[in-house]
T-cell receptor
């Protein structure tokens, strides 16, 4: 069984469209994250939820809206997609909140290409 | 200055050789560090945590040098399967994980 699964794996879309990426973890972890990895390979945190509560919200455009219906799911909705949104988006989960000795478990990533 | 900085490499290593590389961090108060491994087009996976006393797991050894604010990863007896990008992770002054851009290691036959 996949511990952290995200869909879709690839997403190709036109500028201006709205799209969603889904993530689910079956590890029983309390904390989930969205990370963005750009062409320069930096992994940057976008959002973090702990037990459905938003705890980290980086300076991300408000076109990006995370939604956590329960602690096992964290979805990412993106409105009005722009060329600069093209990147790989990783979902992750951990037992602890950030700042502690948490270890992250990542999903396999969603490669978003905005044309 | 970035929170965590790494030499991007690539480090080209003959199979069976030893390779070591460092990662510098800016938050002197950081208590937790990690090394993650990322294969091409795949997700990062935790390789090992880095403790004050260092950490060894098989062929991999991680060390922490607080005085100079860097952590290191040493791989002994390199295997072809060790070819990957190694991501250094520290914690910034706001308690958030910060990833380095990674060091690429290429093990050659």
């Amino acid at each position: 069984d996949t511990a952290v699964s995200q869909t879709p794996k690839y997403l190709v879309t036109q500028m201006g469209n709205d799209k969603s990426i889904k993530c689910e973890q079956n590890l029983g972890h309390d904390t989930m994250y969205w990370y963005k990895q750009d062409s320069k390979k930096f992994l940057k945190i976008m959002f973090s939820y702990n037990n459905k509560e938003l705890i980290i919200n980086e300076t991300v455009p408000n076109r990006f809206s995370p939604k956590s219906p329960d602690k096992a799911h964290l979805n990412l909705h993106i409105n009005s997609l722009e060329l600069g949104d093209s990147a790989v988006y990783f979902c992750a989960s951990s037992q602890e909140r950030q700042g502690g000795d948490e270890k992250l478990f990542f999903g396999s990533g969603t490669q978003l290409s905005v044309l | 200055r970035k929170e965590v900085e790494q030499d991007p490499g690539p480090f080209n290593v003959p199979e069976g050789a030893t390779v070591a590389f460092n990662c510098t961090y800016s938050n002197s108060a950081s208590q937790s560090f990690f090394w993650y491994r990322q294969d091409c087009r795949k997700e990062p996976k935790l390789l090992m945590s880095v403790y004050s006393s260092g950490n060894e797991d098989g062929r991999f050894t991680a060390q922490l040098n607080r005085a100079s604010q860097y952590i290191s990863l040493l791989i002994r007896d390199s295997k072809l399967s060790d070819s990957a990008t190694y991501l250094c992770v520290g914690i910034d002054s706001w308690g958030k994980l910060q990833f380095g851009a990674g060091t690429q290691v290429v093990v050659t036959p």
